[in-house]
Structures are given as C-alpha cells and as structure tokens.
C-alpha cells in the first residue's frame, strides 16, 4: 500500500510501504529521521505519534488502553492521533494520509 507523510516541515511524500508493516516502520525506514519511535514499537515510548489527516480509518487497527494511555500523556494530542507503530498498514489503508506530530 501507498502511504502519504507530511513531515514536520509540513512537506509531503508518497511512500510505497510492504504490506504488513507499521506506519511507524514505514517512516522510519523511508529516510523520515523526526519519528524516534524510541522503545521501537512496543507501545511504550509514545514517540511515534501521528495524526490520522481525513476520516478513513476503515480497516485501521483499533486503539488499545495502553495506546490511549500513552496518548494522553503527551501535549499534542488530538481526535485522530495514533501511536504510529500500532498501525499496520494493509491494502484496504492503501493511500493513508498521517501528519508526524510535534515533539512533545
Ligand atoms: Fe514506541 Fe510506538 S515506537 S510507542
């Protein structure tokens, strides 16, 4: 699936992702460095945080509480923020639009 990225800059590129894995594995390893993705996707570290850009969130992963937790603890949270390595990416995603969030 296709997988659209604007950066912190607010500049965007398309990135062609393999199936199965995370919006957070498909920025890192696509040269983007502003994603930490600290704790390296195990739901702690809160550092891969996105904003799902539209309303298509068929076929996404659903939240988990820990998920939601971490979430909370950062300051720039907003209605469409995902922790990015919650999110595998599949065709049904194909096209997905995500804004990397501000550093918290
Ligand atoms: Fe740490 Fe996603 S990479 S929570």
Sequence with gaps: PKLVVTNREGET???DV??????????????????LA???????CAT???YVDGSETAGMS????????????????????RLSCQVPL????DGLKVTIAPED
């Design 13 to 15: 590129s398309e990135i």
């Design 62 to 81: 659903e939240m988990s509480e820990d998920e939601d937790d971490l979430l909370e603890s950062s300051d720039h949270r907003k209605e469409t923020s």
């Design 90 to 93: 599949t065709p049904e995603l």
């Design 18 to 35: 393999e199936n199965g894995l995370t919006v957070m594995e498909a920025i890192r390893d696509n040269g983007f460095d502003e994603l």
């Design 38 to 44: 600290l704790c390296g996707g195990c739901c702690s």
């Design 48 to 50: 891969c945080h996105i």
